[in-house]
């Protein structure tokens, strides 16, 4: 079947994590602007949350969108030898965009691939999170700095981190390692 050889574009797995976690992730973060600025609960909620979708069904795809081609770019839209540990980390993070479909390989390779990529995610995120933030609550007179949004963010990317990384852990025993 040629479709099985098209790879997974890891924007389709990350996403909908992402979606899923929503509401506790608007929750966490809140807490940090409700911490640091003087909003009333319900807009501190609601406000992290608006800005929280837009950035996953905006931001995400926005920054995703040329790390493929990058990676194309440098020729990885085809399957690359994975025979040992740096052929298999190189695989995993330069490719982990659109993950090319290594056999026996694909458990391991898709929570990898979508911890590479919580980086160049939160990065994004933070930026069109801040400046959503910043255009709702001005009207409140409250302006969250980048550094605020920086941090709220991370705790929430810490704690989609910790999940890829438990999916990882448990696909450990599929990682054979050679050199």
Same mark, same amino acid.
């Given at each position: &079947?040629? =479709?099985? @050889? $098209?790879? +997974?574009? $890891?924007?389709? +797995? *990350?996403?909908? *994590? &992402? =979606?899923? !976690? =929503?509401?506790?992730?608007a929750w966490i973060e809140s807490l940090v602007y409700r911490s640091r600025l003087e909003l009333p609960r319900k807009e501190a909620f609601w406000g992290t949350f608006s800005a929280n979708l837009c950035s996953t069904l905006v931001g995400v795809p926005i920054v995703w969108l040329p790390l493929v081609i990058a990676q194309i770019s440098i020729g990885g839209s085809r399957a690359w030898g994975i025979e040992t540990s740096r052929q298999k980390l190189e695989a995993v993070t330069l490719q982990a965009a659109w993950l090319i479909p290594y056999r026996d390989h694909t458990g391991w390779m898709i929570p990898a691939a979508a911890l590479v990529l919580l980086l160049p995610f939160y990065l994004g995120s933070v930026f069109v999170e801040h400046w959503i933030l910043a255009k709702r609550w001005r009207s409140e007179g409250q302006q969250p700095s980048l550094a605020i949004? !920086?941090? !709220? @963010?991370?705790?929430? #990317?810490?704690?989609? !981190?910790? #999940?890829y990384g438990a999916q990882l852990w448990w696909q450990a025993d599929s990682i054979v390692v050679s050199e």
């Open positions: &079947m040629l =479709l099985a @050889n $098209m790879g +997974v574009p $890891m924007v389709c +797995v *990350t996403i909908p *994590t &992402m =979606l899923i !976690a =929503l509401f506790p992730i949004v !920086a941090l !709220a @963010n991370a705790l929430s #990317y810490f704690g989609l !981190a910790l #999940y």
